[in-house]
Structure formats: structure tokens, C-alpha cells
């Protein structure tokens, strides 16, 4: 099975810098996907890692250690528009490379 | 630009009710997928599709069954609606198949959010 845990609810603060830590323990790995998703709408996707270390992508970066089971999204000079909930998604072994969602962590940016 | 569509945006059933949820992709997709998603769960998987006429259960079938007849559709149908299955339903698309390094990200449609009363 497939066991994904990320924080609920985060809070920070426009300009900052947050980290959206994701941990994993699923049978097979087959890459780590990051999601955006603002309230009322569909998720979109936003980062992928199948290697070992940090993907950068302008403000956001993905990072991944595939020994520790561990990603984690980090949010650059935070902007209000980035309030939504983030979703971590592990596609794990198999024919069908099926992706398991965690619970998604809504963030929250205050000025 | 690539597209998931999903037929309704807000649907309101009675319970007992027979209701049927379809979904077109534009972009030749082999995997196809229906996801239901309440506040604090998550997305859950409740269907998958990997080819015409294929179907494979998720994580919560239970009370669905979905069709599968031409490549770009996929139906979610709710035999009996219950009101148990008041959500937000999530249809997405993948490539599929490749796996590996391949970055085969899921495409969402807009969603339906289903109310049964």
C-alpha cells in the first residue's frame, strides 16, 4: 500500500520563504509530483522529481531524497496569490503507474 | 492548449437516483481517472482507466461503476445516488505507460461538485 503524510494547514507571511514538507512510504517508487490547488478549482501541476535532489523551477523548487522517503515544496518570495492548498502525489511500481494523493496542505498567506 | 472537460460544473440529485458524470480529454490520453475529493481526505481514487474498454477499481468503488467506449470519454456513473456521495468529483488524464523518468503529469478537469439531497 501507499502511505503519504503532509502537514494540514500552513501559515506565512508575503515575501517570505515556506517549505511544504511531504513524507512517503509506498511499495515501488516511480517519481514525486507537486500539485496547486486554489479553492474552487481543479489541481495543476507544478513539479516532478524521480532523482535525488533539488528541481527549480522560478520561485518554487522541489526537492527529494528517495532513501528518507521525503520531499519537500519550497514557495520563494511569497506572493497572496499563492494561497491554496498544495498536493504531494507518489506514483508508486506497477503496470499502471497509478499516482496516491496525500491530503493536500492548504496554505495560507497573509500580508 | 490541452483540455480535460468535464460535463457539469454543479449537479443536484435525489437520492435513489440514477447519475451519470462524463469527462472528455483532447489529448489521446491512455490513462484515464475519477477521484473524489472531500475536505480533509483528499483526493481519493475511486476508478481508473488505462485503455478503452479497461477499467481497474481504486481505492473506494464501492456504490460506482464507470464506462470506457471510445479512447477520449470516460463516465462515472452513481447506480443509486446516496447522500453519502455528496463531493466534489475530479476527473484527470495521464499518458501513461512510460513510467520511469518520463514526466507523465495528471491533467484535471474543472470539476463537478455533486450535491444529493
Known amino acids: 500500500g501507499q502511505n503519504i503524510d503532509q502537514p494540514t494547514e500552513m501559515t506565512a507571511t508575503e515575501g517570505a520563504i515556506v517549505q511544504i514538507n511531504c513524507t512517503y512510504q509506498?511499495?515501488?517508487?516511480?517519481?514525486l509530483f507537486w500539485y496547486q490547488q486554489h479553492a474552487g478549482e481543479a489541481p495543476t501541476f507544478l513539479s516532478y522529481?524521480?532523482?535525488?535532489g533539488l528541481e527549480e523551477k522560478g520561485r518554487f523548487s522541489s526537492f527529494l531524497s528517495r532513501s528518507k522517503g521525503y520531499s519537500y515544496l519550497l514557495l520563494k518570495e511569497l506572493q497572496m496569490k499563492d494561497s491554496a492548498s498544495y498536493l504531494c502525489?507518489?506514483?508508486?511500481?506497477?503496470?499502471?503507474?497509478?499516482?496516491?494523493f496525500g491530503r493536500g496542505t492548504s496554505l495560507i498567506v497573509h500580508p | 492548449d490541452v483540455k480535460v472537460t468535464q460535463s457539469s460544473r454543479y449537479l443536484v440529485k435525489r437520492t435513489g437516483e440514477k447519475v451519470f458524470l462524463e469527462c472528455v480529454q483532447d489529448?489521446?490520453?491512455?490513462?484515464m481517472f475519477w477521484y473524489r475529493q472531500d475536505p480533509g481526505l483528499g483526493l481519493r481514487l475511486i476508478y481508473f482507466?488505462?485503455?478503452?474498454?479497461?477499467?481497474e477499481k481504486g481505492d473506494i468503488p464501492e456504490g460506482y461503476s464507470v464506462s470506457r467506449e471510445k479512447k477520449e470519454r470516460f463516465s462515472l456513473i452513481l447506480e443509486s445516488a446516496s447522500t453519502n456521495q455528496t463531493s466534489m468529483y475530479l476527473c484527470?488524464?495521464?499518458?501513461?505507460?512510460?513510467?520511469?523518468?518520463?514526466?507523465?503529469?495528471?491533467?484535471f478537469g474543472q470539476g463537478t461538485r455533486l450535491t444529493v439531497v
Open positions: 502525489a507518489v506514483r508508486g511500481a506497477g503496470g499502471s503507474y497509478i499516482p496516491t
Open positions: 509506498t511499495s515501488g517508487f516511480n517519481g
Open positions: 522529481n524521480v532523482l535525488d
Open positions: 489529448m489521446d490520453h491512455e490513462n
Open positions: 482507466s488505462y485503455d478503452v474498454k479497461m477499467k
Open positions: 484527470a488524464s495521464d499518458p501513461g505507460g512510460t513510467g520511469g523518468f518520463g514526466v507523465t503529469e495528471a491533467f
